[in-house]
């Protein structure tokens, strides 16, 4: 568990490390998501044993998402998709988790 002056100082890049790390450790994959002509996509596309998948937003601890990435999260969970905001690293085994127990997608 880092401490909050740890956090306070950890980028984005580092959060999104410790995700991948933690998804491949469970046996799953944290593929960077990348959608060329389309604003506001989540970072990650995490996959997990038994057809598991949600995406995840990865923000740097304090930072909030943007507009246009709250319209895309909000359009994402329209279609029936998990989409998280992932912004402090004691959340990370909670995001993983929520992805474990969803439906089958």
Known sequence: MATEIEVKDMTEK??????VREVKRRGGRAFKFI????????????????GRAGFVEVKAPGKKMRP???KRKAELE?????????DHPDDI???VDGIIGCCTT
């Not at 580092?14 to 995700?19: K, N, Q, R, S």
């Not at 959608?35 to 038994?50: E, F, H, K, M, T």
């Not at 329209?78 to 992932?86: P, Q, R």
């Open 14 to 19: 580092e959060l999104e490390l410790m995700l």
């Open 35 to 50: 959608s060329p002509g389309i604003n506001g996509v989540p970072d990650r596309l995490v996959l997990l044993p038994g």
């Open 68 to 70: 246009n990435q709250i």
């Open 78 to 86: 329209g279609l029936g998709f998990l989409v998280y905001c992932l």
């Open 93 to 95: 085994g909670g995001v």
